[in-house]
């Protein structure tokens, strides 16, 4: 439910930070002359060129799956998909427990100042997302929130929370924002059946139609928002099972340039106990990278564990 | 039926169930010993990789601040500019990355714990070669003139073969066989105290097949442009296009 409603305030913020304004158009002019070599039939940099045998060091099992989303047909920067890989499940399933983490110790009631300080303890800084700096974080409607929140069902009440600053490097279409955020609900049951609700496939299609309205009221005039599409996305977290979320797709048009953007946003979330630990990724043109998503939340859990709740 | 079409069936009876159960387990035990035949010898070639240059006094990358990794990050993010090429990984490297091709370390538990002044980026370029840009930092110019001369050298690189680009200048070529079993195209070149390094480990095929469709020279092609687009590069000339 709250997954939604982060997943609404990143694609919002997206929108306010990068699709079309004034700093888009120079971004689409054609690319340097670097394009490397020729591009053979079905030659997807990505997932598939995993499995290349002249592949220099065959990065880990990919373990990122997004399983395949209206409108992703051919995109840029093809999602990871490890069929069959460990962790997969029918999108829409029930999340599953996340072992050991019914277990976290709460030695003491959970208050709202405590809540803060775990959160404030976990969370991701400027040094953990080398060459980003602190952005201003864009501000989402009121109204639009509420809405998206409604997609998985009835919010649950958040005793505490606290999120990082919007990590934002890179320029033009190299540019990438990363956040996170730390709430802390009553208890693991409540976080695990708020986590439950939002992976309808009513609730994604809510999402869609809520995202796409908000994209298209809050972008810059001079651009054009083609379509978006949501689709479950998970991530393999070291030690902590897998994290669960959204990955939203955006494509936006500049007319007059003829060009078409694609934009990536995910937004995922690790239960761990009475908490949600959730990670935000926004890129242009592909997704953030599967690993650095996965060693940001396995950074986070880590910081999880060594800090009392 | 004839014997021959005999010989085409299942065999029968115990004996010749044996048989062909012991055939059956024969091949699968054939299967899995060139399985692991081939994963030994790409851990035995990184292993071997490891042991050589661990008795080597190679010089190590600085120890920095935290927020001066950011400066490293920019100063090989250029590399494959403007989302040319899907970026699956980066992060910091020790020096040894030279040679043992190891992956780069996740970002560290404590924000304010020191960091190796190694950057590294890999991407997947659009035809599925392997693109790796890394940059390297040095107490002194000498420690990084040291270092490139050691990591652009056939020594503990397994099938090197050396040679000089045209790009950029006072750059060094290696070709290799890396840790993975890959072939790969290295360029190199020290700028005061820091070491650049841009590799691409073509995609597809053994190395024979990759050596025998053109694949090492393509690769040097690209990578002694790309090595250019580096801000430090200070390539005099405009390097022409990476090949089509």
């Known amino acids: 439910m709250r997954r939604g409603a982060a997943a609404l305030a990143a694609g919002a913020a997206l929108a306010a930070a990068g699709c079309g304004k004034s700093n888009l158009a120079p971004t689409t002019a054609p690319a340097p002359a670097v394009s490397v070599a020729k591009a053979p039939p079905q030659s997807t940099p990505g997932a598939p060129a995993q499995s290349v045998p002249g592949a220099q060091s065959a990065p880990a099992a990919p373990a990122q799956s997004v399983p395949a989303a209206p409108g992703q047909s051919a995109p840029a920067a093809p999602p990871q998909s490890t069929p069959g890989a460990p962790g997969r499940k029918p999108p829409g399933a029930r999340a599953p427990k996340v072992p050991g983490s019914p277990g976290v110790p709460v030695p003491l009631p959970l208050t709202a100042s405590r809540a803060a300080a775990f959160a404030r303890a976990v969370q991701l800084t400027t040094s953990d997302v080398p060459g980003a700096h602190d952005a201003a974080a864009s501000k989402t409607p009121a109204a639009r929130e509420r809405e998206a929140a409604q997609c998985g069902g009835h919010a649950a009440p958040t005793i505490g929370s606290g999120h990082s600053p919007e990590l934002q490097r890179g320029r033009g279409l190299e540019r990438e924002t990363i956040s996170s955020s730390v709430e802390v609900l009553r208890d693991a049951h409540t976080v695990e059946k708020s986590l439950s609700g939002s992976k309808s496939k009513g609730g994604l299609s809510c999402y869609e139609r809520v995202l796409a309205r908000s994209l298209q009221s809050e972008a810059d005039p001079n651009i054009k928002l083609l379509g978006v599409s949501v689709a479950p996305l998970q991530v393999s977290v070291a030690g902590a099972g897998r994290a669960e979320g959204l990955r939203i797709l955006a494509r936006v048009g500049v007319p007059g340039a003829g060009a078409v953007v694609k934009l990536f946003v995910d937004a995922v979330t690790l239960p761990y106990g009475p908490a949600e630990i959730d990670l935000f990724g926004t890129s242009f043109v592909q997704p953030v990278a599967a690993r650095t998503e996965q060693e940001l939340l396995t950074l986070l859990h880590q910081r999880a564990l060594a800090h009392k709740l | ?244």
């Open chain 2, 1 to 244: 039926m004839s014997d021959s079409d005999g010989d085409q069936r299942p065999p029968r009876g115990p004996g010749r169930r044996r048989l062909w159960a012991l055939s059956v387990v024969l091949l699968t035990c054939l299967g899995a010993a060139a399985v692991i035949a081939a994963t030994r010898s790409h851990s035995s070639v990184r292993v071997s990789a490891v042991r050589c240059i661990g008795a080597t006094p190679v010089p190590e990358v600085e120890r920095v601040a935290p927020r001066e990794v950011g400066g490293l990050r920019e100063a090989v993010a250029r590399a494959l500019p403007q989302r040319v090429g899907r970026l699956y990984e980066e992060g910091t490297v020790s020096s040894g990355v030279a040679w043992s091709d190891e992956e780069p370390h996740p970002p560290a538990l404590s924000p304010r714990q020191q960091r190796p002044a190694g950057y590294e980026m890999r991407w997947w370029a659009p035809n599925g070669d392997d693109v790796v840009a890394d940059v390297l930092v040095f107490a002194s110019p000498a420690q990084a003139r040291r270092y490139l001369a050691l990591a652009s050298s056939s020594r503990c690189h397994e099938q090197a073969v050396r040679g000089l680009p045209l790009h950029p200048p006072l750059g060094h070529n290696l070709s290799w066989l890396n840790p993975d079993g890959a072939l790969q195209a290295d360029v190199f070149f020290a700028r005061g105290s820091r070491v650049y390094r841009i590799a691409d480990a073509p995609a597809g095929g053994s190395p024979e097949a990759v050596r025998t469709r053109g694949g090492l020279d393509h690769a040097f092609a690209t990578i002694d442009v790309l090595a250019c687009l580096l801000p430090s590069a200070h390539c005099t000339a405009a390097p022409p296009a990476v090949p089509a």
